[in-house]
């Protein structure tokens, strides 16, 4: 079964620490997001890339940054963490090509920043 | 920018009544439409899909049905069941791009 799977589903990270979201992908997708999800907000890109070593910011950037070194790995980095950032957050991928495809998710990584 | 407008929740319904949950878009282009579903404690999955005006898309009871006059992706259901209770969110992909825009999602509760 074809998989999107992210490391964690729940973390605690103390306001200032430097915190790694990883998620891996078993489809060899080219392409690969975050995203945020809150409630009353919906869900809102963060980064994605459309390859190895490529990265395109989002909607809402601001606070994070983003690593690709193998095309299935995405790895969403909070520089500093800050109580704002308390949020699900959701890696998801998809083939190249025509936007046609929709993407497969993660199950989620639940942070909350105390 | 692309947008999408769905209908607040929550929607509350009893077993087998009819659902309905509206979704409007805004795009440049010819977009691909989406719905997904989120059940508790879960990531999204993809519900159906349509690529082109006049497409249906359906999936588990599901329908959409991609009405470009109307810029419009309402998904229905005949007959929910309480397993349908979820969250479920409308999308689009425009025309040569990855990216997929949501819109805010649409909670729905199924009573006995």
């Known amino acids: 079964d074809v998989k999107v799977t992210q490391s964690s589903r729940y973390l605690v990270k103390r306001t200032g620490e430097k915190v790694f979201l990883e998620c891996v992908q078993d489809m060899d997708h080219e392409n690969m997001f975050w995203y945020r999800q809150d409630p009353g907000l919906g869900l809102r890109l963060i980064y994605f890339?459309?390859?190895?070593?490529?990265?395109e910011k989002g909607d809402i950037p601001e606070g994070y940054s983003v690593s690709r070194e193998k095309k299935e790995r995405f790895s969403l980095i909070l520089e500093s963490a800050s109580t704002n950032q308390t949020s699900m957050y959701l890696c998801?991928?998809?083939?190249?090509?025509?936007?046609?495809?929709?993407?497969?998710f993660g199950s989620g990584t639940r942070l909350t920043v105390v | 920018g692309d947008s999408v407008t769905q209908m607040e929740g929550p929607v509350t319904l009893s077993e087998e009544a009819f659902l309905t949950i509206n979704c409007t878009y805004t795009?440049?282009?010819?977009?691909?439409l989406f719905w997904y579903v989120q059940y508790p404690g879960e990531g999204l999955q993809l519900l159906l899909k349509?690529?082109?005006?006049?497409d249906k898309g359906s999936n588990k009871g599901f329908e959409a049905t991609y009405r470009k006059e109307t810029t419009s992706f309402h998904l229905e259901k005949g007959s929910v069941q309480v397993s349908d209770s979820a969250v479920y969110f409308c999308?689009?992909?425009?025309?040569?791009?990855?990216?997929?825009?949501f819109g805010t999602g649409t909670r729905l509760l199924v009573s006995p």
């Open positions: 999308a689009l992909s425009s025309t040569g791009f990855q990216k997929l825009v």
């Open positions: 795009a440049t282009g010819y977009p691909s």
């Open positions: 998801a991928s998809t083939t190249g090509g025509s936007g046609a495809y929709g993407y497969t």
């Open positions: 349509a690529t082109k005006a006049d």
């Open positions: 890339s459309y390859d190895v070593k490529m990265k």
